[in-house]
Structure formats: structure tokens, C-alpha cells
């Protein structure tokens, strides 16, 4: 303000809150009286008067200036803020960015007051039916589709009043982003090289990629192989295209080398490596002269070979004898190179014995058997055996025998030389147990077999805990014996007998055991009729002759084909009508075992004719007779009951 020896003072008094009447007064001092004032009162209108009143149309904010000029032209200022009920205001909206892209973070802000109180609520309408509340002025959105979007911002106060304010907002479509990798670079000439495509599109996807490797060849792909043939530097370009035809491009360049072999050089050790023995090769004293070493590929000259990412490996030779052995190396370009070295394989011998069991017994011999030593390129000249309890054999051949005589666990070593004086040693531990009996088992077949039939006997199933059993023992209950795992015998007779079997192990331990077998008979049916002329209504006998059994007794039954039965060893029967019969005799001895034998019996009509009721004269006759008897039997009875009642 310009300086000024007047000094004045503005106020304002709200005489008026519901109407917004408001009371200025100046307060003037210095200067050269008499004053003149000038009131601008912040809504475009204005006062000369000392101390006015002014009412205002709205609420707001308004700041109030005050001029006052003395008469020697001398002036003073003063400004007072008037503060009114109203709506809020809002001063700024900002969008960023604007354009913004689909899917991308897209920020509102807006700057605002309220002249008589707190604004409680901005409200965000982003114009595509999405939303945003809150306490504060800030918010993200995110738009889905491409347009030009109409964002409001509401601000409400704590009077519940609210002011609006809008801006554009352009979504575009986001272009895609360029991205790729060589592996490897540098490359070589002739090398495969591999371009990967790491390309995407935020909005959308990427839907082709081009290729200009920069020396006049293209390709397509998100995945391309392209080899060089000639050295030097080339700008690679990927171009990618999205799904709205958005146009992307990345270059970057491709160092192409001629690639120099790798040299190959190796050791081993031992330096005189025997046969059996691991040998140690190393092969990383290998290098390239433009790259790393990839493959280290040996081949060891005896028909086998290997392959590994790393440099060493680990051969044993089976045999001696001299062989080659070559590395080659291979690069990171596919370069290969090689170098072949010669070595010497001694033979020793090789020490190894077997036990005729896994385990000693004591008192018992056990047989050491090194036969399975031997020498390659020789021969076995000398064996030496140590027991392991105090015992050895040193000038014995491959084969010994030990007794042991506690039990214990020992070692057994053996040492052998071949003609050449080379030595190998084998040990084994051997524990030593005292001896234990064997058990027998049994078994035979068929279970009920017939006098004469072949019946196996079977004691493979005993078994000795610790050996093998050497000897079987067998008695069949009839006297008869024999000797084997597995025999068989025939019963002459039949009946029940108890099978014995003893079984003897190496130690000459012996165990028995027993089982009762029964032989059964089969009996033999037979049986004649007489006379051999049949008639109906005529005795006719049925005679088991010719059945028999070695045990004797039988039970008969018979089946006389007519629907009638009969037992025992003869019986008779009268058949009522002429005709073939099948006659069934059915033997059982005391087995419960059975032999059926069938004939077929002729009957005759009857010899003496027939009555009108179909039965013959002569039956007729006979039933008289014997009706007549019974009827004075009958007299005889009731005579004799009325002469001598009985006493009560």
C-alpha cells in the first residue's frame, strides 16, 4: 500500500445473520480532515458513506476494502473479511493424467471451503456409473472403455449445502509395451540364437510380433531362433501390435563373434591306478577362450563314457590293460575340442571266500571255500586263512575246514597272492551258534487210499533250523520201511496203521514224528436168481453169492426195479406182472465203501391163468384155504372166551 500519514481502520458487524445485513464503520486517524470513504464491498458494489450498511444477496466469503482520503490527497487502506452463511465453494479440480489410458490409475483432487463452516463429504461421479465417497477431496479411479468422461465433484458442508463442479476426462487406448531378450549376446556366427518376446499390452494383448534381425532377414513370433552368418554388430527390432492396432517398436543390438574352440586338458590319479580301483579324473583345468565350458564328455577307452554340466568324474576299470582315455569339451556356442591321454591298469587279485552256511555251529565242521578268488591276468599261488580264534591255516589251498568250539562272533581273514606277489585280503564275520535239532514233517496222499492203491509219502517239508537234515527214516506200520525224502508204498491189507517218520540234520540230531493212515477195502457185489425161468406170482430167490470183502461183513440192499426193496445176503420176491426188470445189489463193507452190481430179471406171465379180477386160479384156491382157517380160529377164540371169562 502507499505510504500515508492516514491511518483508518474497516470493521463489520453482522447485524443480520438470517438476511445478511451487515454494519461497516470507519475508524480514521492523522492526516488532514475533512475525509472522503469508498467501500467496496466484494460483490460488486460499493459505498461513500462513513458507516454503511449492506445486505447481501448469498452467503460466501467477501472480502470488504476500504479507501479513505484525507484533503491534502493523502490515502490509507484497510480490508475486512465478511464471512456469510452459504454453500461450500470449490476453488480447483484437477484430473491426472488427462488423457489417461484404459486400466490405468487415473487421480481426482479438488480444492474447496466452506465460508461458515467444514465441508463433510466430497462425492466423486466419474461419469461411466462409478462413484466415490469420502471425507477427504482425493480419489483413484480406473476406467474400463475408451471415451470422453464427465466428472463431477460434489461438496456438501455441515449445513447439509452442496456445490458442484465438472471436468472432461479423455480415456485413450494405451499402446503396448515393447520388451525382448537375446540369450545369448554376444552370440557367435552359426549359433542358434534365441529371441523372447517379453512384450504386453495393459489394456489389452499383444496380437503380432515382427522381427528385423538387421541383416536383411525377418521373422514373426513370439518365440524366434535366428542364426548369423557373418561377424559383426546388428540392431535388432521387435515390433508389436496390440489388439486396438496400437504400434509399439524396441530395438537393441546383437554383438556376433566367430567363436574360438575351448582346450581341453585333464589329470588323473592315482598315477598308477590298479583294476577295481576308483580313479579320479579332473578336466577343469579346461577352458574357452571366448565363453564357458558347458559339457565335459570322457571317454574312457574301455567301451564306456559319460557326459556331466561339470568337470570331474570317477571311473573304475574292470580290467588292467592300457586304454585311451579322451575329453572333449564343449562350449557355450556348441565349439568343441578334444585330448586323448594313455594309462596302465594293473590287475591284482581279488580275495573272496563263501561259507557252506551263513553261520558256525559249535563242534561242527564249517567249510571256507575261496574258490571264487582269482587273478585276471594270473594266477592264485598261496592262500592264507585266519579263524579269528587263534586258529589259521597259512599254506592251506581254497578250500579248508574250521571247527569252532565257543560261541562267538569271529572274523575270518583271507589274504591270497598271485603269481606276480600282489596281495587282497576278503574278511568276513562269522557268528557261531550252538547246534539245534531239526523238525520232521509228514504228509501223504491220497489220505484214504485202497488196499493196493500207490501211496506217496512226503517229508520234504522238515526242515533244520541250522543245517540241513541228511537222512530219512520211514516205517509204514505194516513192517515195511524205507529211506528218502519222498517214497511210496502199497498196503496189502486193509486197516488202520501209524506212519513213522525219523529225520537225522548234519549235526546228527534226529526228530520223529507220526500220523495214522487207514486202507480201505472195496467191496465186490454179485448175486444170482433162481429158477432161471421167472413167473409172475412165483417165488423167486435173489442170492448175494460172489459178493465179498477182505473185511468180511458186507450190508446188502437190494432193488428189485419194481418199486419194492429187499436186504440180506438172499431174499425172495414174487412179481405181479410179466416184464423186464433192472435189479440193483448194493454191497457195504465197514468202510461205509460201496460196489453196485446191476442185472436185468425176465418175469413170465403167470402158469396157472387168471381169475376175472386178474389174480391167478391157484392163488385163488389158496386164499380160500386160508380164509376158511381163519374164520375157525376165529370160531375157536370166541368159544373158548365164553366158556372161561376172564377174572376181573
Not at 325 to 339: A, Q, W, Y
Not at 443 to 469: E, K, Q, Y
Amino acid at each position: 500500500l502507499p505510504a500515508s500519514s492516514v491511518h483508518a481502520v474497516a470493521t463489520a458487524n453482522i447485524t443480520d445473520r438470517d438476511h445478511r445485513v451487515v454494519a461497516f464503520s470507519a475508524n480514521v486517524s492523522g492526516g488532514t480532515p475533512p475525509y472522503t470513504y469508498r467501500w467496496s464491498f466484494g460483490d460488486a458494489n460499493s459505498s461513500t458513506e462513513a458507516n454503511p450498511n449492506h445486505t447481501y444477496s448469498e452467503g460466501g466469503r467477501y472480502p470488504v476494502q476500504l479507501i479513505v482520503e484525507d484533503s491534502a490527497a493523502n490515502r490509507a487502506y484497510s480490508i475486512v473479511d465478511v464471512v456469510l452463511g452459504g454453500p461450500p465453494v470449490i476453488t480447483n479440480v484437477s484430473i491426472y493424467p488427462n488423457p489417461t489410458y484404459v486400466n490405468q490409475y487415473t487421480s481426482f483432487n479438488a480444492v474447496g471451503d466452506d465460508p461458515d463452516g467444514s465441508i463433510v463429504n466430497w462425492h466423486w461421479n466419474f461419469g461411466d456409473g462409478s462413484t466415490w465417497d469420502a471425507s477427504y477431496s482425493s480419489a483413484y479411479h480406473y476406467y474400463s472403455a475408451l471415451g470422453t468422461y464427465n466428472v463431477t465433484v460434489t461438496a456438501r458442508d455441515n449445513d447439509g449445502l452442496e456445490t458442484s463442479a465438472s471436468r472432461l476426462v479423455q480415456v485413450l487406448d494405451q499402446p503396448p509395451y515393447a520388451c525382448f531378450y537375446i540369450s545369448p549376446n554376444p552370440t557367435v556366427v552359426g549359433y542358434p540364437t534365441s529371441f523372447y518376446d517379453c512384450s504386453y499390452d495393459p489394456d489389452g494383448y499383444i496380437a503380432s510380433s515382427s522381427w528385423d534381425f538387421g541383416d536383411g532377414t525377418n521373422g514373426t513370433g513370439s518365440y524366434v531362433s535366428h542364426t548369423f552368418a557373418s561377424a559383426g554388430s546388428y540392431l535388432v527390432r521387435l515390433t508389436v501390435v496390440d489388439n486396438a492396432g496400437m504400434t509399439s517398436f524396441l530395438n537393441q543390438t546383437v554383438s556376433v563373434n566367430v567363436n574360438q574352440l575351448p582346450v581341453a586338458h585333464f589329470s588323473y590319479s592315482p598315477s598308477d591306478p590298479i583294476a577295481g580301483q576308483g580313479i579320479y579324473f579332473n578336466g577343469y583345468a579346461s577352458y574357452d577362450p571366448d565363453g564357458y565350458i558347458t559339457y565335459w564328455t570322457w571317454d574312457f577307452g574301455d567301451g564306456t563314457n559319460t557326459t556331466a554340466y561339470y568337470g570331474d568324474a570317477y571311473h573304475v576299470y574292470s580290467q588292467g590293460g592300457p586304454y585311451n582315455v579322451t575329453l572333449t569339451v564343449t562350449d557355450n556356442f556348441n565349439g568343441r575340442n578334444h585330448t586323448t591321454a594313455s594309462l596302465h591298469v594293473d590287475i591284482p587279485p581279488t580275495a573272496n571266500f563263501t561259507t557252506a552256511r551263513e553261520f558256525g555251529k559249535v563242534g561242527t565242521p564249517l567249510v571256507f571255500d575261496a574258490s571264487a578268488s582269482n587273478d585276471s591276468d594270473g594266477r592264485i599261488v598261496r592262500y592264507q586263512w585266519t579263524f579269528g580264534d587263534g586258529g589259521s591255516a597259512t599254506e592251506a589251498g581254497p578250500i579248508v575246514s574250521h571247527v569252532f568250539a565257543a560261541t562267538r562272533t569271529y572274523t575270518v581273514t583271507l589274504v591270497v597272492w598271485d603269481d606276480h606277489n600282489a596281495t587282497a585280503s576278503f574278511q568276513r564275520t562269522i557268528s557261531v551258534v550252538p547246534p539245534k535239532p531239526p523238525f520232521a514233517v509228514l504228509s501223504f496222499a491220497p489220505s484214504r487210499p485202497f488196499v493196493g492203491d500207490a501211496v506217496s509219502f512226503n517229508g520234504s517239508l522238515s526242515a533244520d533250523p541250522d543245517g540241513t537234515i541228511v537222512r530219512y527214516v520211514w516205517q509204514f506200520g505194516d513192517g515195511a520201511g524205507g529211506e528218502g525224502a519222498a517214497l511210496t508204498h502199497r498196503y496189502t491189507y486193509p486197516g488202520e496203521y501209524t506212519v513213522r517218520l525219523a529225520v537225522v540234520d548234519e549235526d546228527g540230531f534226529a526228530a520223529t514224528t507220526s500220523s495214522d493212515i487207514t486202507a480201505v477195502s472195496q467191496p465186490t457185489a454179485a448175486f444170482s436168481v433162481s429158477p432161471n425161468s421167472i413167473h409172475a406170482f412165483e417165488n423167486a430167490t435173489f442170492t448175494a453169492n460172489g459178493s465179498w470183502d477182505l473185511m468180511g461183513s458186507l450190508v446188502y440192499h437190494w432193488d428189485f426195479g419194481d418199486g419194492t426193496y429187499g436186504a440180506g445176503w438172499q431174499t425172495s420176491k414174487q412179481y405181479t406182472a410179466s416184464g423186464t426188470y433192472h435189479v440193483t445189489l448194493n454191497v457195504t463193507n465197514s468202510f461205509g465203501i460201496s460196489t453196485i452190481v446191476v442185472h436185468d430179471v425176465v418175469v413170465q406171465p403167470s402158469s396157472q391163468g387168471v381169475t376175472a379180477s386178474g389174480f391167478p386160479v391157484g392163488m385163488m384156491a389158496i386164499w380160500a384155504i386160508v380164509a376158511v382157517g381163519a374164520a375157525v380160529v376165529a370160531v375157536g377164540i370166541y368159544v373158548r372166551r365164553r366158556m372161561h371169562p376172564p377174572k376181573l
